[in-house]
C-alpha cells in the first residue's frame, strides 16, 4: 500500500473543503478504494499507487477551479472528479468580471456551448430545467456585450403569464406590475453590476424591462435581447416577438419545457418554434440538462426524479 500526502497551497484550506467538510466528504466518496485523511491543509492518501494518482489528478483540478472562481459547489466537484470540467480552459470560459471583482464564467460543458452559440449565432435557444444557468449565463453575456460596446441596450423580457386584467388590478407603474416576473433577471445583473449604475441604466433605459405583449410593432435593434420562461409564450406570441430582430441584435430566448404555466388547453409555441427554426443557419439550439444544475445538489436529484415519473407515467398510457 503506497502512502502520498498532498498540501493545499495558494487557496484558503477552507474553500476546498466546503462547510462543515461537506465537499471533502463528497470527493472521499468517489474514492472508495483510498484511505483519505486530513489535517490542516494537509490532506493524506493511502492505498494503490494508481487510485492515489487518480486522486491527486481531481485535486489538483478542484484547485485550479478555485483559484479562477470564487467559490465551487458540490456539483462542481462532482463535474471535476468525472472529468466534465476541463480545467486546462477554465480561462476561456469567463465571461465577466461581476461585483468585487468576481469572475462570471460558464461551468458546464453545456454553459460553454451556449456561450460559444451566442458569440457565433445572432439568435440562441436555451433550453433546459430550473437550475441550470440558462438565464444566469445569458444574462452574463448581455452585460458582456454592453460593457464591450458591442450593443447599446439590454432588453429583458418575460410573458407574463397573470397578464391582462389580474395584471391590471396590482398596485403600480408598469414597472412595479412587472417587477416580480423580472425579479430573478434582476438578481442576475446585480450579481454583475453595482447597484447605483444597474438603477442608473435603467433610469436611462440602457437597460429595459417589458412584458412581452409590449414588444409589439417594435423593432429591437443595437441590443441583446433576452426572452426569458419563453414555454410561457403562445406560438403568436413568439412569432411576434422573433419578428422584432433588428440589423444589429442578439437575441438568447430561454425556456423550461417541463415548467409550462399557461391555462389549460393553450399551447406553448416553445417546442414547435424549435422544431421550425433547427437546421436555419445564425440560429443555434443549446439543450441543457440535469448534469448542468449548479444549485444545490438536490435540484439535480428532484429534476432526475421527475423525469423518470414522467417516463414511467408516458410508459403506462
Not at 133 to 154: H, S
Amino acid at each position: 500500500m503506497a502512502e502520498r500526502k498532498y498540501l493545499i497551497e495558494e487557496i484558503e484550506p477552507s474553500r476546498f473543503f466546503g462547510p462543515y467538510n461537506s465537499h471533502f466528504k463528497t470527493f472521499k466518496a468517489k474514492y472508495p478504494l483510498l484511505k483519505i485523511s486530513s489535517r490542516g491543509n494537509n490532506i493524506t492518501v493511502k492505498g494503490e499507487e494508481k487510485d492515489i494518482e487518480e486522486f491527486i489528478k481531481a485535486t489538483n483540478s478542484i484547485v485550479k477551479f478555485l483559484k479562477i472562481n470564487q467559490s465551487v459547489s458540490l456539483g462542481d466537484i462532482e463535474r471535476v472528479v468525472q472529468g466534465e470540467e476541463n480545467s486546462k480552459e477554465s480561462s476561456k470560459k469567463i465571461i465577466i468580471h461581476g461585483q468585487s471583482g468576481r469572475i462570471i464564467s460558464a461551468r458546464t460543458k453545456n454553459q460553454q456551448e451556449l456561450v460559444d452559440k451566442v458569440d457565433k449565432d445572432d439568435l440562441v435557444f436555451a433550453i433546459g430545467p430550473a437550475g441550470t444557468g440558462k438565464t444566469y449565463t445569458a444574462v452574463a453575456l448581455a452585460v458582456r456585450a454592453l460593457k464591450n460596446k458591442e450593443v447599446k441596450r439590454i432588453i429583458l423580457c418575460r410573458p407574463a403569464v397573470e397578464a391582462g386584467e389580474s395584471l391590471g388590478f396590482l398596485p403600480g407603474d408598469l414597472k412595479e406590475k412587472i417587477d416580480p416576473y423580472l425579479r430573478p433577471l434582476y438578481d442576475a445583473l446585480l450579481d454583475m453590476l453595482p447597484p447605483e449604475k444597474f438603477r442608473s441604466y435603467l433610469e436611462k433605459g440602457i437597460i429595459e424591462v417589458a412584458p412581452m405583449a409590449f414588444m409589439r410593432g417594435r423593432t429591437l435593434n443595437n441590443c441583446f435581447t433576452i426572452l426569458d420562461e419563453a414555454q410561457n409564450a403562445t406560438e403568436t406570441q413568439l412569432k411576434m416577438f422573433l419578428t422584432r430582430m433588428g440589423p444589429i441584435s442578439k437575441v438568447v430566448i430561454t425556456g423550461d419545457l417541463s415548467q409550462i404555466d399557461l391555462p389549460p388547453r393553450v399551447k406553448s409555441g416553445l417546442s414547435p418554434a424549435i422544431n421550425m427554426l433547427k437546421g436555419i443557419k445564425g440560429i443555434g439550439i443549446v439543450k441543457l440538462n440535469e448534469h448542468d444544475v449548479v444549485r444545490h445538489r438536490l435540484v439535480k436529484d428532484i429534476i432526475k426524479a421527475y423525469n423518470k415519473r414522467k417516463k414511467h407515467k408516458t410508459d403506462d398510457d
